[in-house]
DNA sequence: CATAGAGGTTCCAGCAACTGGAAGGTCAAG
DNA sequence: CTTGACCTTCCAGTTGCTGGAACCTCTATG
């Protein structure tokens, strides 16, 4: 399977799916001519990466769910230490935004928006 | 005043002090052995995009913001447009991280956490 | 006066995770 | 035979800094 096949099946671009051979994820085999040619294996781990990705776990870190995902004798414990420390950056990452998303929303409430200089935005940002 | 004392008074590093300035934000006067001298001027600017940047605008609203803060003549509409405009944009990114929050606790509750290979989070990331 | 240390300067490289584009090889259809 | 859609590699750019090397300057001290 060549790889724009592989981008459709994965839904990875074909951009991404190099890249992550460059960094050593995923090695497909090569044909004759010199395109990549993916195998069901290779397919089942774009896959795999396509779904760690979207849930927001670094490139490192999806480098090892999937050695541990291709590893029969993993411990459940590893996978979850993982999933954990990352659920832990983004409610992080949550209380960070939900504060800026306080004060800016009091913000943009105080201010007129009309045509004068007057602003209650400016002011705070000025100090 | 030079750099350091910049930075003190900024809460800026002065290597994003020297950043900011590559980027044509702030540019101070030089004394003549080459050392930056920062104005009052320039260190309210310092301090209008440590705040700025703090609300989480990006160097480029920075920028916008900071021209209008000088600008006595400047409509509130403006500012309050590039604050709603990234309002918007942090709740956004809230409700995406709230998302993958939920997918990642339900996982990480269902996940035993022992030595054993089963692993719902595996098998969910595997499709 | 020599020197050590704490400043300052410039410039280059690297981080994350791609993305765009150029230059060129390959293949199937008309 | 050519067109167009693939494929390949490689280089540069994105955002917002940050670290480090190599070198200059100032002040205090022996």
């Known amino acids: 399977m ?12 074909a951009k991404t799916i190099r890249y992550y051979e460059d960094i050593g994820l ?16 290779d397919l089942h781990k774009l896959r795999f990466l396509q779904r760690s990705r979207g849930l ?5 870190d999806c480098r090892v769910l999937l050695s ?15 999933a954990k420390t990352h659920l832990v950056e983004i409610e992080r990452k949550i209380a960070e935004l939900q504060s800026l998303q306080k004060t800016l929303s009091h913000l943009v409430d ?18």
Not at 2 to 13: Q, V
Not at 29 to 37: A, P, Q, S
């Open 2 to 13: 060549n790889i724009s096949d592989a981008s459709r099946d994965s839904g990875l671009p």
């Open 26 to 41: 995923v090695k497909p085999g090569r044909l004759e001519n010199g395109y990549r040619d993916y195998s069901d294996d």
């Open 56 to 60: 927001g776990f670094s490139v490192e």
């Open 68 to 82: 541990l995902y291709e590893d029969r004798n993993r411990a459940s414990a590893d996978v979850k230490q993982i």
């Open 110 to 127: 105080a201010c007129q928006g009309d045509h004068r200089p007057h602003c209650p935005i400016i002011n705070d940002l000025a100090g």
